[in-house]
């Protein structure tokens, strides 16, 4: 059974970091993963995928240059390091896991099946 739980949100000044981790029980190299983010009164975005095997990723513009994905699977957590973090990035943060079919190398911005509860960061100007 997977089972997802982000940490690491918070309170950051503007241009400031942050890393998100994803504790991800039941997950392992089988599943790509993602992180995606929804502000209040948007609907949910897609910010970045990995593959199973942690050599591929891919983002969105929105993430592209200042947030990087990386996994850990022996340690069966994904991460999301966020750089220059600004106001707009205000957001609850989620992870995202789903079984791939295509190998280890395969990554997508979704559907996903396997969703966290989320983790609040917010950006002060």
């Known amino acids: 059974q997977v089972q997802l739980e982000e940490s690491g949100g918070g309170h950051v000044q503007a241009g400031g970091s942050l890393r998100l981790s994803c504790a991800a029980s039941?997950?392992?190299?089988?599943?790509?993963m993602a992180w995606f983010r929804q502000a209040p009164g948007n609907g949910r975005e897609f910010l970045a995928t990995?593959?199973?095997?942690?050599?591929?990723?891919f983002y969105s513009g929105s993430a592209k240059g200042r947030f990087t994905i990386s996994r850990d699977d022996d340690n069966h957590t994904m991460y999301l390091q966020m750089n220059s973090l600004k106001p707009e990035d205000t957001a609850v943060y989620y992870c995202?896991?789903?079984?791939?079919?295509?190998?280890?190398?395969?990554?997508?911005?979704?559907?996903?099946?396997?969703w966290g509860q989320g983790t609040q960061v917010t950006v002060s100007s």
């Open positions: 039941g997950v392992n190299s089988g599943y790509a």
């Open positions: 990995i593959s199973g095997s942690g050599t591929n990723t």
């Open positions: 995202a896991a789903v079984q791939s079919y295509y190998g280890p190398g395969w990554y997508t911005q979704g559907p996903y099946h396997h």
